[in-house]
């Protein structure tokens, strides 16, 4: 009978040496999934602004009319810069800049405090191929892994976001059409090609 006894004190020591091993295994793996968690969930941000802000920077670039702060009452306060497509939009990319910049300073940490994300903005901007137009957001930024110091070094994690979305005026493009038509006619242009498109067929 004392063997039987000595067996059952054995093994509830046995489960006392497993469960010391064994827990704080569980609760590090445990952490450090909470911590790659809120890197993924501040990663999808970045990602969304990058998204928004390219698609706020395709609406007031093919839409001035919806940057300002007001809607215009009379017809002569809109401003809405006729063949702009042919020159480019500097003052779109601006007001699209400090948008974005907005929405960075408002990601906050996440779940943990030392997760902030450090970003810049690379690049804003009109891309113009005459035919159409391009609003193209890329954001680069670094997030720290893991907020608690390890031999007096953090992991952070650099890498960046990038959006690309069409900006399409169907109005602007057929205005510009028609202006090259009117000019080509003036010059007495619209013949020579008609010739040459004859001679080529």
Do not use: H, W
């Not at 093994?11 to 704080?24: D, H, I, M, W, Y």
């Amino acid at each position: 009978m004392s063997l039987f006894k000595n067996l059952k004190k054995e093994k509830g020591a046995v489960l006392v040496v497993e469960a010391s091993f064994v827990f704080p295994i569980i609760f590090f793996v445990l952490i450090i999934l909470l911590f790659m968690g809120n890197m993924l969930y501040q990663q999808t941000k970045m990602d969304s602004i990058a998204i928004r802000g390219a698609e706020y920077l395709a609406t007031i670039y093919t839409n001035p009319i919806l940057a300002e702060d007001s809607i215009p009452k009379k017809s002569n306060e809109v401003n809405v810069k006729p063949y702009r497509y042919l020159l480019g939009d500097t003052d779109s990319e601006s007001k699209a800049r400090n948008f974005i910049d907005g929405l960075i300073d408002d990601t906050g940490t996440g779940l943990f405090k030392g997760m902030e994300i450090d970003a810049t903005i690379k690049t804003c901007k009109i891309k113009n191929y005459v035919v159409y137009q391009t609003a193209c957001v890329e954001i680069e930024y670094s997030i720290n892994i893991i907020p608690i110091r390890f031999f007096d070094k953090s992991e952070v994690m650099k890498t960046s976001t990038a959006t690309i979305v069409t900006a399409v005026d169907s109005a602007e493009f057929i205005r510009n059409v028609d202006m090259i038509l009117d000019y080509s006619e003036e010059f007495g242009l619209t013949d020579k090609i008609q010739e040459l498109v004859g001679a080529f067929k």
